[in-house]
Structure formats: C-alpha cells, structure tokens
C-alpha cells in the first residue's frame, strides 16, 4: 500500500514506452470535428488540412496543375500540426490515466460487516454501502468506504493514501481523528463507522475521475486564453483572405495551399496545440503532492493569491506546549534543576511531561539521584539560561522527533508518582525520602516551605507569561528550583517559507484564539505579515471578506465545521482529510496528508500553471517574426522583387521557404510537449523580474530559435532535394 502511495507520488516518465504508444493512438480519434472545434486554432488547421487535401487529390487525378512533391509534404506536415497538438494533449491525459491506474489499486471490493437495526452483524460487499451505514471494522480489516468513527478507538494504517507507514489514532468525538477513508487498513482493536459517502462518490473516486481529466472543466483564465487565441486567428484569416485580391491586382494569383501554409504559421498553433495539456499537466502535479483539487479554477487561483491565512496551532507551531528552557532560580544550580525536573516528570505521560524529560536528557541529565557534573551548556537564553527546544508529537522537521520524545522510561524501583489532579495542579515522583514536584507556580509556591519562595521567581514566571509560554515551578523537598517554560514552538523552517512568500508578493496573516501578546510574539518568531489576535472560528468569514473587499484573493486550511463557512468564502479552501465530512465537502481542495502547511506548495504549484501557460504564450506570438522572413518574401518576391531583401535568412527556394516555416511550426509543438507536462521552473521572486526573465528566455528566445531551426530545416530539405 505504501509503495502504490509512493509511485502514486512520484508521477509517471513523460516518455515512458505505453504512454506515448496510447498518446500517438489516442490522437487519431482526436480528429473527429465535433472534439476540434472547441480548440478554435486547432480546427483551423484541420480545415486548412482538409483544403490542401482535397488539392493533392485533384493533382493526382489531373484535375489541377500543382507541384504534387510540394503539395505531398505541405499536406503530410499541416496533418502533422494537427496530430501534434492531439498527441500532446493525449499524453496529458494518459499521465492522468496512469495516476488513476495506480489509485484504483488502493480501491478494492471488500467485504463490510453492516450492523442491521436490531444489532446484528450482517456481511455485504463494501459496493453495496450506502450512505447512513453504520460497518463494524476490526483490526487487519480494510475501511470499506469513507466514514466518521462514532464507536470504538483503534491504529490505522493510511499508507494507501499517505505514504506514511507510521499508524493514526482514530477516535470519535474529534474533528480531526474521527475520519476514515476507504481503502485504510485498522491495525488494532475496532472501530464502529458511519459511511459518508455512496458509491462512486468517495474521495478516490473523485480523484480518478479529476486526473483523468473526466471531469476536468476549463478555467477561467484557460476560456480568456481561448477567446483571445480565437480572435487573432480570425485576425490573421481575414488578413489571408484579403492577401489575394491585392495578388490578383498585382498580376500573380497565390495558390490555395500557399495561403493555408501562411494561415496556419501566422496563428498561434504552439499554445493553441498545448493549451489544453498544460491544464492536465497542472491537476497532475497537486495530485502527485497528495491534494485533491476539485476543479481547475481551484489549482489556478492559488496561482493568484494575495493573501494568505493560516491558522497557528498546528500550521505554524507544533500545537503541543514543549519543553523550551530551564529557568533556575534563587541560589539553586541549573544542575539540581533539571535532574528534579526530569524526575518530577517520569511518570507524567502527557506530551508535556515527555518534553520535559527529553530536554533534561539532551542536556546531560544523570541516570540516578545523585550529585552530577555540570552539565554541558546547549546554548545560551535570555539570563544565560541553557535553551533547547523539544518538540513533542510533533510532524516531519521537529528537532526532536515524537518518537524519541515519547519513548517510554521506567519510573525508578520503589518510586511512587503523584499523578496531577485539577485540586492540587502538581504532579511529581516521591523517592528514598525525596519528594520532587512541579506544576503551577501557585500551587508550588503553596507548597513551598515558608519562607524559601526566591525573589526573582515571580519576575521570571511573569517574563514567560509576557512572551507567550507557561511557566511550571519545580521543587525538591518544598525548597523551589526554579522554572520550566513551556512554550508552542514554531515548527523548523517556517520563517524560510514566509519570506518566500513574501518575495512572491503574498501576504500572510496568523489567526489565533491567543492573547495579542502571545500572538506577537509567535507571530514575530514564525516572520508572518500580520497576525488576528483572540479571534473566534466565525471570525475567520469576517477576514477573509474583509480582504476580498480590498480586491484580494484569499487561500485558508481548515479542518472542523466551524471552519466551514470560511472555506466556502475563501478563494482557496484547503480542507485536511482527517478533518469533518463538513469541512472537506465546503473546501475546493483536500489534503490526502492533512498537512496545513501544503498551502505554501498548492500555492507554487498554481503560480507555476499560469507562469508556463504565459511562457508558452509568449513563445508562441514571438516565433511568428521568424515565419513572416520566410514566407512573405516567398509569396511575393515574383511580383515584387525589391522582397527579397526580407529573405534574411537566404531560404533555397520558395517551396522550400514555406516548408520549412511550416515543419518548424509542427515540430515545435513537439518539442515544447515535456515544458508543457512538466511545467516552467518557478522561482519566488517578485513578479517583475519573473516576467523580465520569461520575456528574455521565452520572448526574445521565441524571436531566435525559429530563424535557427527554419533555417536548417531549409538546408536538409536542400540536401535532400524535397523542394
């Protein structure tokens, strides 16, 4: 399972062996008129095709005088454009065909155990759920189809979708652990679950249905692209059309097929050709990152986003209070600190507690309750306080993994621990006489022996108070040690991607249910652009309309169904798959990872869509100069020879000069074909120099490529004496 997730991820070689024999098959029903038509440029080369198809035939039957050498090669090539554009559109589509191949490997009939009303189990194939079924799963068996857990606590293994071998809790009452997809694996226990989606209906199947392209409509910007594209050939056709009256007054009749050829090398048939493939390719890359995106639009409007708002807890910090410094107070040594705080905590079992007992052990923390050396310094604080941050449950990128935060230690033998109660808001470990304690700084002070309550104490516990942490007292035998700060830490390399952000022009803003001085602080830590402090989840519409009202595009993540409504009004909506039924059905995007931060990469994969539909756009317009040097001076220089001083590029003859503009323009099509699949490589600059840099590659690189390769097509054709 996790190997399909992994090749799933990977994608497909844009020229593996199957997919090109499909693509180059695939393109000949592609011809069909009424499929052609809705790529305007495209049919007009089918019909100029047609036309210069319906002249060869006359040539062979002697019903009209025409270089059949010339004519053979102009018609073969003209097809050539047109099976070009197919092929590459058909090879967009067969990526996305073998990306649904590999998904339906992780689709399979199983059989679910329906609980009938009366409480019985009965056992159905999993097709045959329904929407309102509630299924009993037990360990080793499938998910059969998407549901919430209403019953039942169990591990499962969501390879199959993640990629991730590593188990997931599954509870319910949660809106981020009570979701499960078809196709999962229960690894322990059982679950009781409530199927949320009808066959054919499921998240999988949605997705193989969007890379297929099956349900793949245009975007916005693709249909203004399209009309464009259709308004300049209607320019050029009517330039064509009007070409021949003035050869006529001029004394020399153009021919039908020389017209074609200036016809379809005028239009812009290298986007028109890969437009349709550059869409496909697009959804194929947020598939390949595990998101599924629910149309196009979505994908290409986080190409334009202006702002962007993101959650804090479990976004931009970890969502779990660690271990962050220890803080010793009065005459107490940092030593004695950390060795009563980590045995204070060896019997608390939260993810605090395990924070705790981590940092003490990466700082040097001894095996027994004894005298120790001092101990190494990590790193220097505020106070000259040793400071080393633990993450605990925390995702890929924590300094310290979960794993090793929450490896279990043995609490020493004849050690009682004093579990937290909400009476006493202290825990500790009682031992050889010895009793180490920590928690509330009131409540240990409380406990504290009169009179031996340090000075500095309060003033420390406030300064963490004020930069956004919780202060914990630590004690040994009522005599106080000092302070443990626990604070949420922002997750490695968040400050990297914002001012990414930043230099794309993109706008971050932090929303949290925190006091404003927790939010600055983590807001200054994280390198956000602004922050909304103490804001309450039907807030979130309030900004995001707010911003939309300036004109601004809004992308958010969102994983419950108070978040719902924001997803809805955002232009973005990235809802987590471990998140509500709710959530995920209002969001125009899902995250198969339910990672919040693969908004920055959604993101980069829009900006990347459109940067390559302007790019080959550019490309496409420029490389008509070179057309013009090779065919205008062609056509006319019989009637006018002062045109020949246009042939710049001292083309053989004027066969050949239309020729080669013609082969050029099918070829380029071809050539462009894996930029179009694999996208123009994006860089987070500001937009200014992205398009001075396009320009420079792809503009004035569209002007010169062309008279290059024109030109030695024209000395092979030369050669080999084709014209």
Same mark, same amino acid.
């Given at each position: 399972?996790?190997?399909?997730?992994?090749?799933?991820?990977?994608?497909?070689?844009?020229?593996?062996?199957?997919?090109?024999?499909?693509?180059?098959?695939?393109?000949?029903?592609?011809?069909?008129?009424?499929?052609?038509?809705?790529?305007?440029?495209?049919?007009?080369?089918?019909?100029?095709?047609?036309?210069?198809?319906?002249?060869?035939?006359?040539?062979?039957?002697?019903?009209?005088?025409?270089?059949?050498?010339?004519?053979?090669?102009?018609?073969?090539?003209?097809?050539?454009?047109?099976?070009?554009?197919?092929?590459?559109?058909?090879?967009?589509?067969?990526?996305?065909?073998?990306?649904?191949?590999?998904?339906?490997?992780?689709?399979?009939?199983?059989?679910?155990?329906?609980?009938?009303?009366?409480?019985?189990?009965?056992?159905?194939?999993?097709?045959?759920?329904?929407?309102?079924?509630?299924?009993?799963?037990?360990?080793?068996?499938?998910?059969?189809?998407?549901?919430?857990?209403?019953?039942?606590?169990?591990?499962?293994?969501?390879?199959?979708?993640?990629?991730?071998?590593?188990?997931?809790?599954?509870?319910?009452?949660?809106?981020?652990?009570?979701?499960?997809?078809?196709?999962?694996?229960?690894?322990?226990?059982?679950?009781?679950?409530?199927?949320?989606?009808?066959?054919?209906?499921?998240?999988?199947?949605?997705?193989?249905?969007?890379?297929?392209?099956?349900?793949?409509?245009?975007?916005?910007?693709?249909?203004?692209?399209?009309?464009?594209?259709?308004?300049?050939?209607?320019?050029?056709?009517?330039?064509?059309?009007?070409?021949?009256?003035?050869?006529?007054?001029?004394?020399?009749?153009?021919?039908?097929?020389?017209?074609?050829?200036?016809?379809?090398?005028?239009?812009?048939?290298?986007?028109?050709?890969?437009?349709?493939?550059?869409?496909?390719?697009?959804?194929?890359?947020?598939?390949?990152?595990?998101?599924?995106?629910?149309?196009?639009?979505?994908?290409?409007?986080?190409?334009?986003?202006?702002?962007?708002?993101?959650?804090?807890?479990?976004?931009?910090?970890?969502?779990?209070?660690?271990?962050?410094?220890?803080?010793?107070?009065?005459?107490?040594?940092?030593?004695?600190?950390?060795?009563?705080?980590?045995?204070?905590?060896?019997?608390?079992?939260?993810?605090?507690?395990?924070?705790?007992?981590?940092?003490?052990?990466?700082?040097?923390?001894?095996?027994?309750?004894?005298?120790?050396?001092?101990?190494?310094?990590?790193?220097?604080?505020?106070?000259?306080?040793?400071?080393?941050?633990?993450?605990?449950?925390?995702?890929?990128?924590?300094?310290?993994?979960?794993?090793?935060?929450?490896?279990?230690?043995?609490?020493?033998?004849?050690?009682?621990?004093?579990?937290?109660?909400?009476?006493?808001?202290?825990?500790?470990?009682?031992?050889?006489?010895?009793?180490?304690?920590?928690?509330?700084?009131?409540?240990?002070?409380?406990?504290?022996?009169?009179?031996?309550?340090?000075?500095?104490?309060?003033?420390? @516990?406030?300064?963490?108070?004020?930069?956004?942490?919780?202060?914990?007292?630590?004690?040994?035998?009522?005599?106080?040690?000092?302070?443990?700060?626990?604070?949420?830490?922002?997750?490695?390399?968040?400050?990297?991607?914002?001012?990414?952000?930043?230099?794309?022009?993109?706008?971050?803003?932090?929303?949290?249910?925190?006091?404003?001085?927790?939010?600055?602080?983590?807001?200054?830590?994280?390198?956000?652009?602004?922050?909304? @402090?103490?804001?309450?989840?039907?807030?979130?519409?309030?900004?995001?309309?707010?911003?939309?009202?300036?004109?601004?595009?809004?992308?958010?993540?969102?994983?419950?169904?108070?978040?719902?409504?924001?997803?809805?009004?955002?232009?973005?909506?990235?809802?987590?798959?471990?998140?509500?039924?709710?959530?995920?059905?209002?969001?125009?995007?899902?995250?198969?990872?339910?990672?919040?931060?693969?908004?920055?990469?959604?993101?980069?994969?829009?900006?990347?869509?459109?940067?390559?539909?302007?790019?080959?756009?550019?490309?496409?317009?420029?490389?008509?100069? @070179?057309?013009?040097?090779?065919?205008?001076?062609?056509?006319?220089?019989?009637?006018?020879?002062?045109?020949?001083?246009?042939?710049?590029?001292?083309?053989?003859?004027?066969?050949?000069?239309?020729?080669?503009?013609?082969?050029?323009?099918?070829?380029?099509?071809?050539?462009?074909?894996?930029?179009?699949?694999?996208?123009?490589?994006?860089?987070?600059?500001? @937009?200014?120099?992205?398009?001075?840099?396009?320009?420079?590659?792809?503009?004035?690189?569209?002007?010169?490529?062309?008279?290059?390769?024109?030109?030695?097509?024209?000395?092979?054709?030369?050669?080999?004496?084709?014209?």
């Amino acid at each position: 399972m996790k190997e399909i997730a992994q090749t799933r991820r990977r994608g497909v070689s844009a020229w593996n062996g199957q997919l090109v024999k499909h693509a180059a098959l695939q393109s000949f029903p592609k011809l069909d008129p009424r499929a052609m038509v809705k790529n305007p440029v495209m049919f007009v080369v089918e019909i100029g095709s047609v036309l210069t198809t319906l002249v060869l035939i006359q040539g062979l039957f002697g019903l009209a005088e025409v270089n059949l050498l010339f004519v053979t090669q102009l018609t073969l090539w003209l097809w050539f454009t047109v099976l070009f554009a197919n092929f590459a559109e058909a090879m967009a589509e067969a990526r996305g065909k073998a990306q649904a191949d590999t998904l339906r490997r992780t689709r399979r009939d199983t059989p679910a155990k329906r609980l009938r009303r009366d409480g019985s189990i009965e056992t159905i194939n999993s097709t045959n759920l329904r929407k309102g079924d509630v299924v009993i799963v037990e360990a080793e068996d499938l998910v059969p189809s998407d549901g919430t857990v209403i019953d039942g606590v169990a591990y499962v293994n969501e390879a199959a979708i993640t990629g991730e071998s590593a188990p997931v809790l599954k509870e319910p009452g949660s809106d981020v652990a009570s979701s499960v997809t078809g196709g999962t694996q229960v690894i322990s226990d059982w679950i009781k679950v409530e199927i949320t989606s009808n066959p054919g209906e499921t998240f999988l199947d949605r997705m193989i249905a969007l890379v297929e392209g099956a349900k793949r409509q245009r975007t916005p910007n693709e249909i203004a692209l399209s009309i464009l594209l259709a308004g300049l050939t209607i320019i050029f056709l009517l330039a064509v059309v009007t070409l021949q009256p003035f050869a006529l007054y001029a004394g020399g009749a153009i021919s039908v097929v020389i017209l074609v050829a200036l016809l379809v090398c005028l239009i812009p048939t290298t986007i028109g050709g890969l437009l349709s493939a550059i869409g496909i390719a697009g959804m194929d890359r947020v598939t390949r990152f595990n998101v599924l995106a629910m149309s196009g639009r979505a994908v290409e409007a986080a190409g334009d986003v202006d702002t962007l708002l993101l959650d804090k807890t479990g976004t931009i910090t970890f969502g779990n209070r660690m271990a962050f410094e220890f803080v010793a107070v009065g005459s107490a040594s940092q030593a004695s600190l950390v060795r009563a705080a980590y045995y204070a905590s060896l019997g608390d079992e939260t993810p605090e507690g395990r924070s705790i007992v981590t940092l003490a052990q990466r700082l040097g923390v001894g095996d027994a309750l004894t005298p120790q050396p001092p101990l190494p310094t990590v790193g220097e604080g505020e106070n000259g306080h040793s400071r080393q941050p633990v993450a605990v449950g925390a995702g890929v990128g924590a300094e310290a993994s979960a794993a090793e935060a929450q490896t279990a230690i043995a609490v020493p033998a004849g050690a009682e621990v004093v579990p937290f109660t909400a009476e006493t808001r202290m825990s500790g470990l009682r031992m050889n006489g010895t009793a180490l304690m920590k928690g509330a700084v009131d409540s240990i002070i409380a406990s504290a022996v009169t009179g031996t309550v340090p000075a500095d104490l309060r003033e420390n @516990a406030e300064r963490i108070a004020r930069e956004g942490g919780t202060p914990l007292a630590v004690s040994e035998n009522g005599q106080i040690l000092g302070l443990v700060y626990l604070k949420d830490t922002v997750k490695p390399g968040m400050v990297e991607r914002f001012d990414e952000l930043r230099r794309m022009g993109i706008r971050t803003v932090m929303v949290t249910g925190d006091n404003r001085l927790t939010a600055a602080t983590i807001a200054r830590e994280a390198g956000v652009d602004d922050f909304v @402090a103490q804001a309450k989840p039907e807030n979130k519409i309030d900004i995001i309309r707010s911003e939309q009202a300036l004109g601004k595009l809004v992308a958010m993540t969102g994983d419950g169904t108070n978040d719902a409504p924001a997803l809805v009004q955002a232009d973005v909506g990235l809802a987590m798959n471990s998140g509500t039924q709710a959530a995920k059905e209002a969001a125009n995007m899902v995250d198969l990872d339910s990672d919040p931060t693969k908004l920055i990469e959604v993101v980069m994969i829009g900006k990347q869509l459109l940067i390559t539909r302007g790019a080959i756009t550019t490309f496409s317009v420029a490389n008509d100069v @070179a057309k013009y040097f090779a065919i205008i001076p062609a056509m006319f220089m019989a009637t006018y020879p002062e045109l020949g001083a246009l042939n710049i590029m001292n083309l053989a003859t004027t066969e050949s000069a239309i020729l080669s503009a013609v082969i050029f323009n099918a070829v380029i099509i071809i050539a462009l074909v894996p930029l179009a699949l694999k996208g123009v490589g994006y860089r987070a600059v500001p @937009a200014a120099q992205l398009l001075q840099r396009n320009l420079l590659i792809y503009g004035v690189g569209g002007i010169i490529v062309p008279f290059i390769g024109i030109k030695i097509i024209d000395l092979i054709l030369a050669i080999l004496h084709l014209a």
